[in-house]
């Protein structure tokens, strides 16, 4: 059950509120990216190439602009598809820091890092680079026409009873909306102890 309308109609089935579609919908879209949210899952990890138009030791990078739906960092290395197997090519990570220690306790710049600032990736490297690979933690796709959630496809009750404890909760039917909260807690324990048992 991965397909958004039939979360929709699986929620309106509990409620017993068809007339509240528009707000079944936003609650079925705000219940993935809550159940999306509960940890940093390997299966939202997505990973690009990168192709910078000049070589350069320091390089920005729009992030958002290659990846609309970012989440969170994960990793930055070095690329090049003319090194051979098992070839060193060190250090192949860029080490994430915060702007402020940019420069080391000698006032000098650090080299093979990059930080987060807005929505800009800055890099600097020891070595003029064209090519790295991204890695980062992407937002599910909750537009109706597009929609897309593996917790959706794998544990779709985790969602629905979320979003049915919302709309309990916004026509003022408390303890209903407590009664399917507790179950989707439950769903949400499920899903994590099983992504850990599995080492997703």
Not at 12 to 17: A, M, N, Q, V
Not at 82 to 87: P, R, W, Y
Request: glycine share 4%.
């Amino acid at each position: 059950m991965s397909v958004f309308s039939d979360l929709v109609d699986e929620v309106s089935s509990i409620t017993l509120r068809p007339n509240l579609e528009s707000q079944t919908k936003s609650a079925v879209r705000a219940a993935t990216l809550t159940a999306h949210h509960l940890d940093y899952f390997p299966k939202d990890m997505f990973e690009t190439g990168l192709q910078f138009t000049t070589p350069d030791y320091v390089q920005s990078l729009d992030y958002k602009s290659v990846v609309p739906n970012w989440r969170a960092f994960k990793y930055l290395r070095k690329y090049d598809n003319t090194v051979e197997v098992g070839q060193d090519l060190t250090p192949k990570f860029f080490e994430l820091i915060t702007p402020e220690v940019a420069l080391d306790s000698y006032g000098l710049v650090r080299n093979n890092t990059c930080y987060l600032a807005g929505e800009t990736l800055e890099i600097r490297s020891t070595t003029k680079d064209t090519y790295m690979l991204l890695g980062c933690y992407v937002h599910p796709n909750v537009v109706e026409a597009t929609y897309s959630s593996w917790i959706a496809a794998e544990y779709p009750y985790a969602i629905i009873y979320g979003a049915a404890a919302t709309i309990f909760s916004q026509i003022g039917y408390e303890e209903q909306a407590g009664n399917l909260q507790q179950l989707a807690n439950l769903q949400y324990n499920q899903l994590l102890q099983q992504i850990v048992a599995r080492g997703d």
